[in-house]
C-alpha cells in the first residue's frame, strides 16, 4: 500500500518529501499523522498565518528562591526551559551536541552548550524528537526519529534525515510496508527509543522501539544528491525486522581488530558480535517481585577498561508507560558466557528505578568502576564498580533526569531531565545549567495580560509557573503548573497553579509570597478561572465548585457534587462567559465510568448567597467521552458549543441550539481538540487547539480555516489580548506563541 498526499492542485505526491524551508506549501503538501492509529487529516483550508515565538527559550530566573512559592528544598529542582530525554555528542568534537525534547524538537549547539540552535523541526507533522544520529564525517547530516519512545507522550511518525542541519528533511521510513518500519499499516502507537547508524557507515542504520528492532542498510536510497536532495519515485529504504520485543536502547561496542558488536536493551538483550549478521535474544535475570513488576527494561552499557563485559541496569514496574517507582538492580553480563553476575540492589539508597528513566546510568569508558545513576534527585556516583554510592549534593539540577552521558575527554558529563539541560566539568560532582536557545516547554495553562506591554503568564509540566514581564522570565511556582490567571484591571494580579489545587499569587507584582490551598479537592490537573467582569472573583474546581470572591483570600461552595447529583465524584472543569456574567457552565464526572459527562448551568451565578444559586442539568448531550472545553454563544446562554478530545473525524465539536445539537466538525478530520476559545465578535469567531495546529471559523462559516505556522505540537492552552488584537497558544512542547486575531 502506497500512502499518498494531495496538493491543493489536486496532485499526488511521494509521502516520504517534507520540507522545512517551504513554509508556504508544508500544510497543504503534508497530510498529518493525527493519531496511534495513524488515520490522517482530511484536507482543511490553509492559511499562512504571521507567529513569533515568545519563549521561553532560556531558563527563567527564580523569583524569591526560599520564599512561600519555591521553598529552599525546591530551589533549582523546578525550574527550566524545558523536558530533553536525549543527548548526542559528537565523537571528534565535544563541543557539539544535539538535545532531544520527545515533545518539543530538536536543538544543537557548536559551542559546548553556551548557545542552541533550532534543528528545523518545527515544521514536522510530528515535533518532537526522541533520539538522534549524525554522521561523523559531516556532522549536518542527521536522521532522527520522532516522537516520544520513553514516556510516549507522542507518537513516532518515523525517521527523518537532513543534509544541511535540518534546513531540509525527507523521510526514510519506506514506501513498501512488506519491508518498511510499521508506520503504513500499525494498528497500535509506534514509539522509537532510539536510532543509531554504524559509525563508519551512515547508511546502515538500527532502530530500537516498542514493535521490535530494525535495520536497515540502505537508508539513503534513492536521494538525490546536494543540492537537489530529493526522494526519487523509484527509491525505498529496505528496512527488516531483527526482533518483535519492546526495545528502548543501542548500545554499540567497538574492538580493534574485531567485529562490532552491537546490543539492544529492552525487555530483552538482543545481540550481535559480527556486525549485525546473526543475533541472540538474551532473557531479563530473576528479580525480586517479577509479578508485582512484569515490565521490565534493560539499559546496557559497555566500558573499554573492562572489555568482553557490559553493565545492565534493570528496572522494572507494572506496566510500560508508567513512572512510578518499581525496583532497580545492577548486573553485569559476561560477553563470552552469556552468564549474569548480580551486583546489587539499587532501590533504596540510589534513586533510579524508573523504567522510563532507565537511560540516565553511564560508564566511564576508561574507567569501568566510575559510574553514575540518577532519576529524581541527587545524582549518585560509584567509583568501585557499582557495590557503593554517593549522592551528590541535591538541588543542582531540575529534578527527573532521563539521560547522562560523559564526554570523550572522560571528564565532562551531561545530563537531559525535565527542565532542560546541565553539565559538569569535574566528573559529576558540580552541574551548571546549559539550556539558552532551548524552547521546549509543556504548556498545560497560559493567561495575558490585556495591556500594550507584553505579559504572560503560564503553566508547564514539571516546570511549574512562569512569568514574562518587563522582558524577563521568571520562575514563581514550582512542581506541574497549570491553569494562570492575569487580572484584566490589574495587571500586577497573578495566579499560577500547581497539582491537587495548590494556588499561589501575587497581589503586587512583586513576589508570589500568597500560597493557598482551595478547601475543595481538585484533580491534578487545577482549574482556575476569575471573573469576566468581577476582577476580585475567582473560581476553582475539584470535588465541588467554590468561590473566592476576595482573590482567593476566602473560599465558599457553589455547587457540591452530592448534593446535585449523588452520581457525581468531581467538577472536572467549569466555564464562564464573557457576555452572560450570570452563567457558569459545569462539566462533571460520573463516578462509575469517569467518562460520563453531564453538563450543568445557572444563570445566577453572582447570588450572594451560595445555597441560593440555582443549577440545571443540561437534559443530554450527545456523547460519552472526555470534554475539553465549552464556549456560551454571546447571544444565547443557553446554547453553547462542545468540544470533546477525540480524533474521528465526526462529533468532535457539537452546537447546542437550545433543543438539539448540531455537529460542527466539518472538515477538521482527525484533528484531536485540546482548547477552545471565543474571540469577542459579532461573528462568535471560535479557535481550535489541537495536535494538529490551530482552527478557527466564524459562526456562519461550515469549514474551519488552519492558521499555518506553528510547530507539530499539540496545543493545549489558548487565550486573547483584545487591547493588542493577538491570540496566544500554548503548544505542549514548544512553548507560548502570538499571532494577529482575524479581522
Given amino acids: 500500500m502506497l500512502i499518498c498526499f494531495f496538493t491543493s492542485s489536486g496532485k499526488a505526491q511521494s509521502d516520504s518529501l517534507a520540507t522545512t524551508d517551504d513554509a508556504s506549501g508544508f500544510w497543504k503538501a503534508l497530510l498529518r499523522w493525527s493519531s496511534p492509529m495513524n488515520e490522517r487529516t482530511e484536507s482543511a483550508d490553509d492559511i499562512d498565518w504571521k507567529w513569533e515565538c515568545i519563549g521561553p527559550d532560556v531558563q527563567p530566573e527564580e523569583l524569591n528562591p526560599g520564599g512561600k512559592s519555591i521553598p529552599a528544598y525546591a530551589a533549582n529542582r523546578g525550574n527550566g526551559s524545558g523536558r530533553i530525554n536525549y543527548l548526542y555528542i559528537d565523537p571528534k568534537n565535544k563541543s557539539n551536541l544535539w538535545a532531544c525534547s520527545p515533545t518539543g524538537g530538536l536543538w544543537y549547539t557548536r559551542n559546548e552548550g553556551k548557545q542552541w540552535n533550532m534543528g528545523g523541526t518545527d515544521k514536522l507533522p510530528v515535533s518532537g524528537v526522541s533520539s538522534i544520529t549524525v554522521n561523523p564525517d559531516r556532522n549536518n547530516q542527521w536522521i532522527i526519529a520522532t516522537g516520544d519512545g520513553d514516556d510516549q507522550f507522542m507518537y513516532s511518525d518515523g525517521l527523518w534525515i537532513t543534509r544541511n542541519a535540518g534546513k531540509k528533511y525527507l523521510r526514510v521510513n519506506g514506501v513498501d ?18 536510532v543509531q547508524s554504524m559509525p563508519d557507515n551512515f547508511n546502515h542504520v538500527f532502530v530500537a522501539s516498542n514493535q521490535g528492532f530494525w535495520v536497515c542498510d540502505n537508508i539513503q536510497d534513492g536521494i538525490s544528491r546536494w543540492p537537489f536532495f530529493r526522494q526519487k519515485r523509484n527509491a525505498t529504504q529496505k528496512w527488516k525486522l531483527i526482533s518483535p520485543y519492546q526495545f528502548y536502547d543501542i548500545e554499540m561496542i567497538n574492538t580493534p581488530g574485531m567485529k562490532r558488536c552491537i546490543i539492544a536493551g529492552g525487555e530483552k538483550l538482543l545481540i550481535s558480535c559480527d556486525d549485525g549478521l546473526s543475533w541472540k535474544t538474551i532473557d531479563a535475570p530473576d528479580y525480586n517481585d517479577q509479578s508485582k513488576f512484569p515490565f521490565v527494561r534493560m539499559n546496557p552499557e559497555y566500558s573499554e577498561a573492562l572489555p568482553n563485559f557490559i553493565y545492565v541496569l534493570l528496572t522494572c514496574s507494572e506496566s510500560a508507560t508508567q513512572s512510578r517507582s518499581g525496583q532497580a538492580v545492577l548486573y553485569l553480563l559476561d560477553m563470552q558466557t552469556f552468564t549474569w553476575k548480580k551486583i546489587r540492589d539499587m532501590d533504596g539508597d540510589v534513586t533510579n528505578v524508573i523504567p522510563t528513566r532507565g537511560r540516565a546510568f553511564e560508564v566511564d569508558q576508561a574507567n569501568s568502576e566510575y559510574m553514575l545513576c540518577a532519576n529524581v534527585q541527587p545524582v549518585n556516583i560509584s567509583q568501585d564498580g557499582g557495590e557503593k554510592w554517593k549522592k551528590v549534593e541535591k538541588n543542582q539540577m531540575h529534578d527527573d533526569v532521563h539521560h547522562i552521558l560523559i564526554a570523550n575527554d572522560n571528564s565532562t558529563v551531561w545530563a537531559a531531565h525535565d527542565g532542560g539541560v546541565s553539565v559538569s566539568f569535574d566528573k559529576g560532582m558540580h552541574w551548571e545549567a546549559r539550556d539558552k536557545g532551548i524552547g521546549a516547554a509543556n504548556v498545560f495553562g497560559l493567561a495575558t495580560s490585556q495591556t500594550d506591554e507584553l505579559q504572560v503568564a503560564f503553566g508547564a509540566y514539571d516546570t511549574g509557573g ?8 521568571k520562575h514563581v511556582s514550582w512542581g506541574d503548573g497549570f491553569e494562570t490567571i492575569i487580572s484584566p484591571s490589574d495587571p500586577d494580579i497573578v495566579f499560577t497553579t500547581m497539582q491537587n489545587g495548590n494556588i499561589q499569587a501575587t497581589y503586587n507584582g512583586l513576589s508570589f509570597d500568597h500560597f493557598f490551598r482551595s478547601n ?8 482556575i478561572r476569575m471573573h469576566p467582569q468581577d476582577h476580585q ?30 452520581a457525581i465524584y468531581t467538577a472536572y472543569r467549569f466555564f464562564l462567559s464573557d457576555s452572560h456574567p450570570d452563567v457558569m457552565y459545569v462539566y462533571a464526572l460520573d463516578s462509575k465510568t469517569s467518562v460520563n459527562p453531564q453538563i450543568w448551568w445557572t444563570q445566577n451565578l453572582r447570588e450572594p448567597v451560595p445555597e441560593k444559586i440555582i443549577w440545571k442539568k443540561v437534559p443530554y448531550i450527545p456523547s460519552d467521552g472526555w470534554i475539553v472545553s465549552i464556549c456560551v454563544d454571546q447571544l444565547s446562554p443557553e446554547k453553547f458549543w462542545l468540544l470533546y478530545n477525540r480524533t474521528e473525524s465526526a462529533g468532535k465539536i457539537w452546537y447546542f441550539n437550545g433543543s438539539r445539537y448540531e455537529d460542527h466538525s466539518f472538515n477538521l478530520g482527525y484533528a484531536k481538540g485540546e482548547a477552545m476559545i471565543m474571540q469577542k465578535s459579532a461573528s462568535q469567531r471560535l479557535y481550535l487547539g489541537s495536535n494538529h495546529g490551530l482552527f478557527t471559523k466564524g459562526f456562519d462559516e461550515k469549514k474551519w480555516t488552519r492558521l499555518h505556522g506553528l510547530p507539530g505540537t499539540p496545543i493545549r492552552a489558548l487565550d486573547i ?3 493588542t488584537n493577538h491570540i496566544f497558544v500554548g503548544s505542549f512542547g514548544r512553548g507560548i506563541w502570538r499571532g494577529p486575531l482575524l479581522p
Fill in 520 to 527: 475543595s479537592k481538585t484533580e491534578w490537573h487545577t482549574w
Fill in 177 to 194: 510496508p512488506s519491508n518498511s518500519l510499521p508506520f503504513l499499516n500499525a494498528i497500535s502507537p509506534v514509539f522509537i527509543g532510539e
Fill in 537 to 566: 472573583t475567582i473560581y476553582c474546581s475539584g470535588a465541588n465548585v467554590i468561590r473566592s470572591n476576595n482573590l482567593g483570600r476566602k473560599w465558599e461552595t457553589i455547587f457540591r457534587c452530592e448534593e446535585v447529583d449523588s
Fill in 466 to 473: 512562569n512569568w514574562l514581564r518587563h522582558g524577563k522570565w
Fill in 721 to 723: 489580548n483584545y487591547k
